[in-house]
Nanobody
Framework: VQLQAYGGGLVQAGGSLRLSCAAS????????MGWFRQAPGKEREFVAA????????YYADSVKGRFTVSRDNARNTVSLQMNSLKPEDTAVYYC????????????????WGQGTLVTVSS
């Protein structure tokens, strides 16, 4: 599966942004989808994930209650709605995919898209 994330940009603290990730291939609905982020000088960290059917979601504690992951299997897309953004949310955000949920360790996920930059100004 090939992934392409988009929707990043510059937003003020407290604002909202919606990221999306478009996937190619006819088996999108078979994949667990995840979002990770990497801030300058830091390791890539888990943000959120959603099961293949959308019935289960997973969030990092740092974004729980502010971010919402969703998917549209008919359109081969997964989205990340980010509200109440903070400067510490500034990072390059990546979407990832795998047949099984691989947890919070980025190296366990098999497929990656290019990142999209989110900058939150204070």
């Amino acid at each position: 599966v090939q992934l392409q994330a988009y929707g990043g940009g510059l937003v003020q603290a407290g604002g909202s942004l919606r990221l999306s990730c478009a996937a190619s291939g006819r088996t999108f609905s078979s994949y667990v989808m995840g979002w990770f982020r990497q801030a300058p000088g830091k390791e890539r960290e888990f943000v959120a994930a959603i099961s293949s059917g959308g019935g289960s979601t997973y969030y990092a504690d740092s974004v729980k209650g502010r971010f919402t992951v969703s998917r549209d299997n008919a359109r081969n897309t997964v989205s990340l709605q980010m509200n109440s953004l903070k400067p510490e949310d500034t990072a390059v955000y990546y979407c990832a995919a795998d047949i099984h949920y691989r947890g919070t360790t980025s190296r366990e996920w098999g497929y990656w898209g290019q990142g999209t930059l989110v900058t939150v100004s204070s």
